[in-house]
Each structure stands twice: as structure tokens, then as C-alpha cells.
């Protein structure tokens, strides 16, 4: 407990607070700089670097805060940083024009989740942390781990780690994000997906055939795109004449041109267009994307889920809470078909041809040998 003079605007106060710390020692030199503060005599530069130096985390937590309300009680303002809650906004605000829009929505997610996940911690000063606070990070990091793959853990920490080199290179503080690595990702969990074979396939279709997904599925197969660029087709991306389509990737914001085969070109000419060449290919589909949170695939994914599970590739699926108390937010079995098997399936396909694999690479977006 600290016991110190504050000459507010309004007067001299005595306050009395706790540094939820046993430790005498640094208690009395927290409270000796309290009352630095609480004369005005020392700077907001100082008062935040000595915060981030105090070694226990929950007395510079709560030392934090003490001492934010003693400056705005002393000089009549705030301490000019602001929260982290506040810098994360702010900082997805600046990039929102700086990167893809998926990964701008990916960016917010892990963002929420991260201010979310440290609760009060959220409303300390941001020049208050420093790389002592590391324990945040970690926890967010195994919290994740308990409920996603590896590789989702990873970029997400990349991302929690770019948004503390932003507020360092603003405010000199010392990342906590730093020195956290990321998980190790076992080779299984890169090998396990595959694509579909030449049986498969046929019985997909025919599960989907006369429904929307069955032109969907035909443009997974025939151009290796994913689900969100699919679905989001207009007929202005359609050149049946020429035999191409044309789109920019909502992911990589790369601009595609890919000759429309046979099958997929004679199912598109089947479909009603009207006059406005704006309008959706694929409506429903796109209907669904527009309207799940952040604009992700979740719905789309289980409604092609359930379509393997009625041609009997995978064991299907309920989407009510398990007996053993695990929910959705439990970490899922990946599973090795899913959508992104088309992406597998036609660069296979694509090579077996005869097509050079710089070719493969650029028709079906690929940054890497698959």
C-alpha cells in the first residue's frame, strides 16, 4: 500500500493505493516516485519509463494506473500515449490501406483477440510495457495453441509481433513481443491434406450436381482458386467468348487471367445471366461470404464439408458441443480434403499434361512449388 501527497488542480490530496506488491523495497520506491509525480515534478516521458522498469507485473500493472491518475490529476490531461486498446485501433487503422483486404481482416481478428484475451490489461498506458511483459504474449500464444493449428498460431503471432515493433518504433518501449517465438509445426501438419482423385471427384459431383456448388466446385477443380475468390465472381470476370477469367485474389491482391476449360466454360454458359454485368456468378455463395463476421469462408467451408460427407470422404460433422465439454472454440482435427484440395487437385492436373511448372505456379497463384 502506497500512501502519498497529490496537488491536484483542485488542492493537495492524500491518496492511498495498493501496488499489489509484498516487496517493501520496491514498494517504498514506488511510492517515493508517487510522490515525485504528485509535486508535478517529474515528466510523462519519465513517469512511463520508469513504469515499464518495475520487474513484477502486477505491481506495474497497478503502478500504472496509479501514476496515470496522479499526472491527469496533477496537470489536468491525460498521459499523451493512450491505451493499448486505443494504439491497436489506431494502428489497424493506418495499414488498413497498406495491405490485402483479407489480410486487413485478419489483422483486426488477431488484433480483438489479443486486446480481448489481456482484458484490464488493455487500458494501461501503452508506454507503460515493456519486453518484462512478455508473459502477455505467451499466454495469448498457448491460449491459441489449445484451439488452433500451428501454423494459425504462427501468423498470428507475427501479426501481434509487427503491431508491437509499430508502437516501440513510436514510443521507445521494449517490444514484449520480441523474444516469443512461434510453434514448431511438425511435418505431418504440412503434409496431411491432399488432393482429390479421379473417383472422388465423380462422386462429389454428383452429390452437388444441380445445385450452385456444382459450378463452384467445377471452378475449384478446372482453376485451383480458393473458395472466397470463387464465390465472389462476377460474370464481368467472364469472357466466354475469349475463354478466360479475369479477377484480382481477395488474399494476395494479385491479378489472375486463367483460360477457362471445357467443362467449367460449358457450365457457366448454362447459368441465367442478366444485363448487369456486376452481378454475382455464383449469388448464394456470395450471399454467405458477405454475411459471416469478417467476411471469412466458415460457412461456405461446412456446407462443402457436408457435401463430402454425403459422398462418404469424410466423417461428418455436427456443429453442436461435444459431451466432453469442447465447443467451437475447441481446436479442430484438420482434415485432409477439404476445399483446398482443388488446389492440390488441378496443380496435379496441370502438371500431368505436360504444363512447365513456372506456368502451373502463375495460373494457379502459388508463390512456392507445390
Not at 81 to 86: M, N, S, W
Not at 221 to 243: F, K, M, P, S
Not at 303 to 332: C, P, Y
Request: hydrophobic residues 45%; positive net charge; aromatic residues 6%.
Amino acid at each position: 500500500m502506497a500512501c502519498f501527497t497529490v496537488h491536484a488542480t483542485s488542492g493537495a490530496e492524500r491518496w492511498k493505493r495498493s501496488l499489489k506488491t509484498e516487496d517493501r523495497k520496491l514498494a517504498r520506491k514506488i511510492a517515493d516516485f508517487l510522490e515525485d509525480v504528485g509535486r508535478g515534478a517529474i515528466e510523462e516521458e519519465d513517469i512511463s519509463s520508469f513504469s515499464a522498469k518495475i520487474p513484477d507485473a502486477r505491481a506495474r500493472a497497478a503502478a500504472a494506473g496509479i501514476l496515470a491518475d496522479a499526472f491527469r490529476a496533477v496537470t489536468g490531461r491525460g498521459m499523451g500515449a493512450g491505451t493499448l486498446r486505443a494504439f491497436v485501433d489506431s494502428w489497424l487503422e493506418g495499414i488498413r490501406g497498406e495491405i490485402a483486404a483479407q489480410s486487413f481482416l485478419r489483422y483486426s481478428q488477431v488484433g480483438r483477440e489479443f486486446v480481448a484475451f489481456i482484458g484490464g490489461a488493455a487500458d494501461r498506458d501503452i508506454m507503460s510495457f515493456s519486453a518484462r511483459d512478455d508473459g502477455l504474449v505467451l499466454g495469448f500464444r498457448d491460449q491459441m495453441a489449445r484451439r488452433v493449428a500451428p501454423n494459425t498460431v504462427n501468423v498470428a503471432m507475427k501479426i501481434v509481433r509487427q503491431m508491437f515493433k509499430a508502437a516501440s518504433q513510436r514510443f521507445k518501449i521494449d517490444s514484449p513481443a520480441r523474444m516469443v517465438g512461434g510453434l514448431k509445426v511438425r511435418k505431418a501438419d504440412t503434409d496431411r491434406r491432399r488432393g482429390f482423385t479421379l473417383p472422388e471427384l465423380g462422386r462429389i459431383l454428383r452429390e452437388a450436381r444441380g445445385s450452385e456448388w456444382e459450378g463452384i466446385i467445377l471452378a475449384g477443380l478446372y482453376t485451383g482458386q480458393r473458395l472466397a475468390d470463387i464465390a465472389a465472381l462476377r460474370w464481368e470476370n467472364v469472357d466466354l467468348a475469349r475463354g478466360e477469367l479475369a479477377f484480382t485474389t481477395r488474399k494476395t491482391n494479385r491479378r489472375m487471367l486463367i483460360p477457362l476449360a471445357a467443362p467449367l466454360a460449358e457450365h457457366l454458359a448454362e447459368l441465367p445471366v442478366g444485363d448487369d454485368p456486376a452481378a454475382l456468378v455464383f449469388p448464394k455463395a456470395a450471399g454467405f461470404v458477405a454475411r459471416t463476421r469478417a467476411e471469412q469462408t466458415i460457412t461456405l467451408s461446412n456446407q462443402f464439408r457436408d457435401i463430402l460427407a454425403r459422398a462418404g470422404l469424410v466423417r461428418r460433422q455436427t456443429h453442436e458441443k461435444a459431451k466432453d465439454g469442447k465447443g467451437r472454440g475447441a481446436r479442430r482435427r484438420s482434415s485432409e480434403l477439404s476445399f483446398h484440395s482443388f488446389r492440390h487437385t488441378a496443380t496435379s492436373l496441370l502438371k500431368n499434361a505436360g504444363v512447365p511448372q513456372s506456368v502451373v505456379m502463375d495460373m494457379i497463384g502459388h508463390e512456392s512449388k507445390a
